[in-house]
């Protein structure tokens, strides 16, 4: 008996479909009749083949079905939104039930499918919350899209042997779902396939599979392991988006591939267990991953945006010798990575790509094209960065903070054709304090240099190029601070070559 059994009418009556009546008892006329009839019990008599698409539709008063055995198939929406139909059985000659024919039946809490079931339809039961017991069919081929999503009480189910897929949703949102076993033979496991199933504890996947689509398993917030067979050589997007507790992730293959987001907000994962080094890493492919302490990386070219983001006890890495770019915060808060990094062939370094990282030291050659705002923020008082002999095109370091060493021959230089920001506290390296900025524009929050702590700062080079009133009204404003009375104690120096301005 169901939890929610006043939904139950207590008024019971039988209502046994004679045969000879014929599709006249399905019209519009007999099913307002059954609307008005409560605890209804509804028997399809011999000879009945077929209930026709619709035919009780949202009828809520129906509590429960029996077929005859010569019901061969069951029509799409044949008994949607029956909420208070509580059981059912079901014809030993059943060949095929059409999508959504008990979609939404809340109540129902068990069903049994015959052996003679070849085909189920799509969304078949989705949004049955108390369903609790389904016997399966021997011989269906696959576990259709959307069957039991938002089951909700459904707390385990044996899948056929002869199964090859299980589709799209098929299980999503099955909060009480503790364990599954998917058999040999299955090959594709689709989207959001067990998204959502947040009891899931324990899954086994066989050697036969070879697809793990997006989102299979996503906000799994209670799996903590998972083996993924050999066949398998790319993780897809989301996979184990939000599983928050996982703590383990064993390859047998060799991964190739790892999808955006694929392991994002796993907070538990300590390891991921591959033999191989990626090829391509997707973004935030394990942004958020707070535990992950090393990870093997193979000859990429990119780590894009957000990759390692919040990889907070990341420390053993190595980076490949071809490493062109690194993007947006893709080792932002990566604070026990305490390694050194020859980026020769670095092209690019994005925003906030290693702000908050402990690396001990960075060489750049003369590739280097552009770095990005905050690249360097607020890490290591013992890092060292030796930069390109080189001016930047667009941009360069912006708000560097504290205690950073720059080196470019033996004078302490920053060189850029854009410099937007640059604070610098008592902290800073620099034998004479002084700094030397080869610039041709400079723009935002210039006035925010923290002059007292320089000796001589020059800006030079100026020319006539700069036709904007922003530029000016910032030149305006860093010599208004100069000139405050409240730095008069400041000894400090200042150059403005502004002539060709």
């Known amino acids: 008996m169901s939890l929610l059994s006043f939904w139950k009418k207590q008024d019971k009556k039988e209502i046994n479909i004679e045969e000879e009546q014929g599709r006249e008892e399905y019209t519009e006329q007999k099913r307002k009749a059954y609307d008005k009839n409560r605890g209804v019990n509804i028997t399809i008599p011999d000879k009945t083949e077929e209930i026709e698409p619709n035919q009780f539709y949202n009828i809520d008063s129906i509590e429960s ?69 389904v016997v399966l069919p021997k011989y269906i081929k696959e576990i259709p899209e959307y069957m039991f999503d938002s089951c909700k009480h459904l707390e385990e189910i044996q899948l056929p042997d002869q199964i090859k897929k299980i589709g799209k949703n098929a299980f999503s949102g099955c909060s009480k779902l503790k364990k599954i076993i998917i058999p040999e033979g299955v090959t594709e496991i689709g989207e959001y396939a067990f998204d959502r199933c947040t009891g899931l504890e324990e899954i086994y996947l066989p050697e036969s599979l070879e697809i793990v689509s997006k989102y299979a398993f996503g906000s799994c917030t209670s799996l903590k392991n998972i083996t993924l067979p050999s066949k398998i050589n790319f993780i897809d997007n989301y996979v184990f988006n939000g599983c928050e507790n996982l703590e383990k992730i064993i390859c047998k293959g060799e991964i190739k591939n790892i999808g955006i987001a694929a392991c994002r907000g796993c907070e538990k994962l300590k390891k991921f267990e591959v033999d191989t080094a990626f090829e391509s890493l997707g973004e935030s492919s394990f942004e958020g991953c707070k535990n992950l302490s090393e990870i093997k990386i193979g000859n990429l070219k990119n780590i894009p945006r957000n990759c390692f983001y919040g990889c907070r006890k990341l420390k053993d890495i190595t ?120 610039v041709k524009k400079v723009s935002d929050y210039v006035y925010s240099l923290s002059e007292k702590y320089l000796s001589e700062i020059i800006i030079s080079e100026l020319n006539n190029k700069f036709d904007d009133s922003q530029t000016r009204a910032y030149i305006s404003e860093l010599n208004k601070l100069i000139e405050k009375p409240d730095k008069s104690d400041i000894k400090t120096k200042y150059r403005l070559d502004l002539e060709d301005f």
């Open 65 to 133: 079905i029996t077929l005859s055995d010569s019901v061969k198939k069951i029509g799409y929406n044949a008994f949607f939104g029956c909420v208070g139909l509580e059981s059912i059985e079901l014809s030993n000659s059943l060949e095929t039930i059409e999508y959504r024919a008990f979609y939404n039946c809340r109540l129902l809490d068990e069903i049994i499918f015959p052996n003679s079931v070849k085909t189920l339809g799509k969304e078949l039961l989705k949004g049955c919350e108390w369903l609790e017991k």
């Open 319 to 438: 980076l490949p010798n071809g490493l062109e770019e690194v993007g947006n915060s893709a080792f932002f808060q990566c604070g026990f990575l305490d390694s050194e990094f020859d980026f020769s062939d670095m092209v690019s370094v994005g925003d906030n790509a290693f702000n908050q990282s402990g690396i001990k030291k960075i060489i750049f050659s003369d590739k280097l094209e552009n770095m990005g705002n905050n690249a360097f923020d607020l890490m290591s008082e013992k890092t060292e960065i030796i930069m390109p002999k080189k001016n930047l095109a667009e941009s360069v370091i912006l708000n560097i903070k504290t205690n950073y060493k720059f080196f470019y021959g033996k004078e302490d230089l920053i060189s850029s054709d854009h410099i937007t920001r640059f604070d610098l506290d008592e902290n800073f390296s620099s034998d004479e304090k002084r700094l030397l900025f080869v």
